[in-house]
């Protein structure tokens, strides 16, 4: 099984720029569709962003859309969340998270129950 750890989070100012970061052990990320979610204090997980497994599709939550971008490199075994003119409504905790999927899949999964792997967590706080 894969094990994935974020890093990247941290306190910004609204309109400040964040790069989180998500390294996988265990087995190569290759085998896997990724996805970040987020939970805000007192708030539901949220789909952020969600990647299939080669990289060719993505999908974002409606929120963030032309402000963050996932990627993947399957060859540095990481898959990143770049994000930009961040607002306040973007704090919360931030997860990576994995699901193996067939070779031949190019799909993206959107719910929460479907991924099979966790990292902790990072912390994101965007103030005004």
């Known amino acids: 099984q894969v094990q994935v750890v974020e890093s990247g989070g941290g306190s910004v100012q609204a309109g400040d720029s964040l790069r989180l970061s998500c390294a996988a052990s265990?087995?190569?990320?290759?085998?896997?569709?990724m996805a970040w979610f987020r939970q805000a204090p007192g708030k539901d997980l949220q789909l952020v962003a969600a990647?299939?497994?080669?990289?060719?599709?993505?999908v974002y939550a409606d929120s963030v859309k032309g402000r963050f971008t996932m990627s993947r490199d399957n060859a540095k075994n990481t898959v990143s969340l770049q994000m930009n003119s961040l607002n306040v409504e973007d704090t919360a905790i931030y997860y990576c998270?994995?699901?193996?999927?067939?070779?031949?899949?190019?799909?993206?999964?959107?719910?929460?129950?479907?991924?099979?792997?966790w990292g902790q967590g990072t912390q994101v706080t965007v103030s005004s």
């Open positions: 998270v994995a699901k193996w999927a067939p070779a031949s899949s190019f799909a993206v999964y959107k719910a929460s129950n479907i991924y099979d792997y």
């Open positions: 265990g087995r190569t990320l290759s085998l896997y569709a």
């Open positions: 990647i299939s497994r080669d990289g060719e599709n993505t």
